[in-house]
Nanobody, 127 residues
C-alpha cells in the first residue's frame, strides 16, 4: 500500500522558482500515472500537470504550460513539480496524486481518476 508525501512548499516572491517533491513510501510509484493538483479555499481542486507511467508522457493545464514542468525519478520514487516565474495566482495548496498503478500511458486530468493523494504542501506567492 503505497503512500505519498508532498514537500517543498514555501513563501516566495513573484517571479521566483520552486520545486515541489512527491515521495512515495511503502511501495513504488513507477507503475502509477501521477498528477499535481492545487486548491484554494472555496474552489474546486484544479489539475496542474501530470506524468504517465511507461514513457513518461507529460500533460499540463493551460495556466501551467511553459512555466511548470513535471518529471519523475523512478529510482528514488519521487515525482517533481518544477515551478518557474511564479505569480500570486499560483498561491494554493498543492497535492500530488496517483492513479491505480496499472502502468497507464495516460495522464488523467480529472481528480476523480486518482486513487491516492498526499496531504498537500502550501505555496504562497507574494506580490
Amino acid at each position: 500500500q503505497v503512500q505519498f508525501v508532498e514537500s517543498g512548499g514555501s513563501l516566495v516572491q513573484t517571479g521566483d522558482s520552486l520545486r515541489l517533491s512527491c515521495a512515495a513510501s511503502g511501495g513504488t510509484s513507477s507503475w502509477h500515472s501521477m498528477g499535481w493538483f492545487r486548491q484554494t479555499p472555496g474552489k474546486e481542486r484544479e489539475f496542474v500537470g501530470g506524468i504517465s507511467a511507461g514513457v513518461g508522457k507529460t500533460t499540463y493545464a493551460g495556466s501551467a504550460k511553459d512555466r511548470f514542468t513535471v518529471s519523475r525519478d523512478n529510482a528514488k520514487n519521487v515525482v517533481y513539480l518544477q515551478m518557474n516565474s511564479l505569480k500570486p495566482e499560483d498561491t494554493a495548496t498543492y497535492y500530488c496524486a496517483a492513479d491505480a498503478g496499472t502502468f497507464s500511458f495516460f495522464v488523467w486530468t480529472a481528480a476523480s481518476e486518482y486513487m491516492y493523494w498526499g496531504q498537500g504542501t502550501q505555496v504562497t506567492v507574494s506580490s
